[in-house]
Nanobody, 120 residues
Framework: QVQLVESGGGLVQPGGSLRLSCAASGSIFSIYAMGWYRQAPGKQRELVATIISGGSTNYADSVKGRFTISRTNAKNTVYLQMNSLKPEDTAVYYC??????????????WGQGTQVTVSS
């Protein structure tokens, strides 16, 4: 049993900041990568940012320079620092983890999502 729990969402004004966190728990052998995706009303779910075990990161072009992803290995927690928020960032943000529950069993898990609303 693996669970991903997101927190930190809420309502902010344009130009404001918000920090999301996601904690993975359960029968985890190792985590290869964790990331954040988002889905706005009427749109497809899209990649926001990912970070792999070696520390490499990648970001959607729309958030480069504004968002920063980081990870705390000791607690299997990933963070998304969001600055200079825009109304276009409004979406449900989902945590994602590519992990192994055993040395051989690898699969992807998703959190339930947290709402981020950017509005004046």
């Amino acid at each position: 049993q693996v669970q991903l729990v997101e927190s930190g969402g809420g309502l902010v004004q344009p130009g404001g900041s918000l920090r999301l966190s996601c904690a993975a728990s359960g029968s985890i052998f190792s985590i290869y990568a964790m990331g954040w995706y988002r889905q706005a009303p009427g749109k497809q779910r899209e990649l926001v940012a990912t970070i792999i075990s070696g520390g490499s990161t990648n970001y959607a072009d729309s958030v480069k320079g504004r968002f920063t992803i980081s990870r705390t290995n000791a607690k299997n927690t990933v963070y998304l620092q969001m600055n200079s928020l825009k109304p276009e960032d409004t979406a449900v943000y989902y945590c994602n983890a590519d992990l192994r529950t055993t040395a051989l069993n690898k699969r992807v898990y998703w959190g339930q999502g947290t709402q981020v609303t950017v509005s004046s």
